[in-house]
């Protein structure tokens, strides 16, 4: 063999080693299918959401509210959060690496982390009903909109009742998603699920010492009460991965109809005295019991699209809604409209807002999560 032939034997070898590391990348890089009826589940509760946090403006009385308990679809979020994660990234977190997974979480989450952002500071200044902000530098203003799209919780915002993420309400629970993903990126995809196990017990014990205390579970999103979002994200993360893990997905025929009137029965059941009980049990008993369901289901014929859709836009319409909610909430105070009006401007409102999602999933977050995946395989071919 000549030196000539040697250098190109070793150059044909060179790239078609380049090749297959950039295949095996790109088979890394790919996401398994989704659980049709946990799609549309998802879609489900972000709806309901919606609905709550209209209603919680108008009925500051939770026994008046017919969804007083949709914030528990957080927690629904969450253990769907921790089944799917492990699910898609349990058998390939090790040869994908840290790096790599925690760049897959912030392509999914954060392009709807800065539009949530900038919807919220759109509806900050030109609120029609409570005029221009006052009170507000430029440097503060400045430092407010940073940590809002860093996702750094800086509760100083007391026209928004102090929330961690003052110009987007919701990003609270993102904050949780995110160190979800930077602990199982670290740890929990390591530990056997024993230990999962052992952590989950000790988390529900978390868990319920906060629902007592607080009388129920709807803190983590204020300066007073953000570490109750810490108690809600780690046990529900936790009881997702297991039931993944103890191959708890249970077979049957309930369906997307059946599945998603199980997800009403707990987020739609009536405000009790005892309310931090019967949520205690939605949350560590009943929603990782629905997950199971949901995954051992088929959607049914003709429900597919549904679920397909539903799925996709739940994201959008929980990161973008909350600017009319500010809104909405200003006109309320100012007009006080009566039950008819109210109920029309709701009904309308959640249609308005589905269609925004919608909106922000095809013409925005879809085409920039394309592009930045198309850049980062790009990037690993090289």
Known sequence: MTIFQASRLNIVMQTGAIAETGHQQQQLLQTKQHFEVLDGLRGIAAIVVVFFHFMEIVY?????????????????????????????????IEKMGFREFFISRVIRLH??????????????LFDP???????????????????????????????????????????WSLFWEYVASIVYGAILWRLNKRILLVLAVISAVWLSYIGYTAGNLLGGWSKDNWWHGGARLSYSFLAGMLVYRYKLIITNKLGFAG?????????????????????????IAWFPFL????????????????????????????????????AFGG??????????????IIIGGVILLIGLA???MAAYDTPVRRYLTARRKLNSQR
């Open 60 to 92: 500051t009385d939770f026994s008046k509210n017919f969804a007083a308990h949709g914030f528990l679809a957080v927690d629904f979020f969450f253990c769907l959060s921790g089944f799917v994660i492990a699910y898609a990234y349990d058998n390939r």
């Open 111 to 124: 392009p709807l982390v800065v539009l949530g952002t900038v919807l919220g500071l759109l509806a900050f």
């Open 129 to 171: 009903f409570t005029g221009f902000p006052t009170g507000y530098s430029a440097g503060k203003l400045a430092l407010v909109i940073l940590t809002s799209l860093l996702m750094v919780p800086f509760p100083v915002m007391s026209e928004r009742a102090f929330n961690l993420f003052g110009l987007n309400a919701p990003g």
């Open 259 to 283: 599945t998603t009137l199980l997800l009403l029965c707990a987020l739609l059941m009536p405000w009790t005295n005892m309310a931090w009980l019967t949520e205690l049990i939605i949350v």
């Open 291 to 326: 997950i199971a369901l949901g995954a051992g289901t088929p959607a049914g014929s003709g429900i597919q699209s549904i679920c397909s859709f539903a799925g996709k836009i739940s994201y959008p319409l929980y990161m973008t809604h909350y600017a009319v909610m500010w």
């Open 331 to 344: 006109y309320y105070a100012k007009y006080q409209p009566g039950t008819g009006q109210v109920t029309l």
């Open 358 to 360: 919608y909106l922000a």
